[in-house]
């Protein structure tokens, strides 16, 4: 079979499964990522060619010199696809698609998966339960919207990942100085009712236009909660045949069609508002999610997300079929948490469920498997309890988010 070269964009170090895949299915990989990248352990034996970007801030690139500089390996290499490994990265290899006539996601597309306020219209649009919400661009609108949905409300970035740059309102007063603060990047935010409830993630896999795979967890602490108070991170992965189950798969498959995914790994967040049990569109990205979700995905389901991706790219690019490897029914539960030392004695946290420590600096991460759900639950709590009272160390938020 043909060897077909695909570029790889991320301004963040992930992906290696998915490259290290590209390389073993036969492909060419050219990996554009950021200059303060370099030293990361990037799967080498796998990377044709590496070209960096310099940083304008965090995760920002001059979108003119990429395309320049995406112009000169043009003429010299044909590039069958382009990938996008990071949130921040999907505008990039969209305007590099479309400039350069590449097949897959466009821009107009992307901005369901990257505008937050392009994609609860569209849900909205769609019939799909979405949180009150308005654009911020006009005084008349955001009072009209203040007067009528009660605070407090959550005044959101249009493009960030994860929960970074959020802001809780609980007053009027307080919305038009936060606004006033932002100044000219105003219209970079929109103002959404804040829902308590409990917050899922749904992580699937599609191959044209049919979803080959779903995993649905539940935070056990909202991600929203953990980037502005510090504390522990931690998701569980919900059975087949619950409830929560069956309607997450059901309302994430209505949002991917809506949206027009055709194929790729997405990762979309929903909650069940307390005030009425119903499931409400929070936010979608076309990637794998973050915060070491994929391992906890592979714990409960034997399925790698990032390589069977790199299977879904590969096949569409010559013409197979792809066929996804038949998924386990284990219980699986992520914990991630700053703690003070460089890396953590692990020593107190083995179990028989504890299945993978993760390998991160300054950080206490473990995933837990069992065939039991209680268990997985118990063992998550028992580590929390322990990582507060000797390991957790709390910074305010800063720098670029991890999920």
């Known amino acids: 079979m ?3 070269t695909i570029v790889c964009i991320s301004c963040y170090y992930k992906g290696y499964d998915f490259m290290d895949e590209m390389k073993k299915l036969g492909n060419k990989v050219i990996l554009i990522t950021s200059e303060n990248l370099k030293e990361k ?3 080498w034996h796998s990377i044709d060619e590496t070209f960096y970007m310099p940083e304008i801030k965090p995760s920002v690139w001059n979108l003119e010199h990429l395309v320049q500089g995406f112009s000169h390996l043009m003429t010299t290499r044909k590039v069958h696809a382009v990938v996008a490994l990071d949130d921040y990265d999907v505008e990039k290899a969209a305007l590099i698609r479309e400039t350069f006539r590449i097949p897959g996601m466009g821009q107009t597309t992307h901005r369901y998966f990257r505008d937050k306020l392009a994609m609860r219209q569209k849900a909205k649009d769609s019939g799909i339960n ?7 661009f006009n005084n008349d609108e ?6 009528t949905v009660p605070a407090p409300w959550v005044l959101k970035p249009r493009s960030e990942a994860s929960a970074s740059g959020i802001k809780k309102i609980t007053s009027k007063e307080q919305l038009w100085e936060a606004l006033d603060t932002l100044g000219e990047e105003r219209h970079l935010f929109l103002l959404e009712s ?17 979803i080959v795979f779903t ?3 539940k935070y056990l602490a909202p991600p929203m909660e953990v980037s502005h108070e510090g504390g522990v991170f931690r998701t569980k992965t919900l059975g087949a045949s619950s409830k929560d189950f069956i309607d997450l798969e059901e309302i994430n498959a209505r949002v991917l069609s809506s949206f027009g995914l055709l194929n790729g790994a997405t990762h979309t967040e929903f909650i069940r508002s307390k005030e009425d049990g119903q499931l409400y569109f929070l936010e979608t990205s076309s990637r794998v999610g973050g915060a070491h979700i994929p391992d906890l995905v592979e714990a409960s389901s034997s399925i790698n997300i990032w390589r069977e991706w790199a299977k879904i790219e590969d096949a569409l690019l010559k013409g197979k079929q792809y066929q996804i490897s038949k998924s386990t029914g284990y219980y699986s539960g992520l914990i991630i948490a700053l703690i003070k030392d460089k890396e953590p004695d692990y020593n107190d946290f083995e179990c028989e469920e504890a299945v993978k420590f993760l390998p991160i600096d300054y950080h206490v991460g473990i995933v837990y498997k069992s065939n039991n759900s209680v268990a997985v639950q118990e063992r998550l709590d028992s580590a929390a309890e322990k990582i507060h009272a000797e390991l957790l160390n709390i910074l305010p938020p800063k720098g670029k988010p991890t999920s």
């Open 2 to 4: 043909e060897e077909k």
């Open 41 to 43: 352990n990037w799967p």
């Open 130 to 136: 979405v949180p009150e919400f308005t654009a911020v």
């Open 142 to 147: 955001v009072n009209a919207f203040a007067e």
């Open 194 to 210: 804040f829902k308590p409830g409990d917050v899922y993630h749904v992580d699937s896999l599609t191959f044209n236009q049919k």
């Open 215 to 217: 995993s649905a967890s």
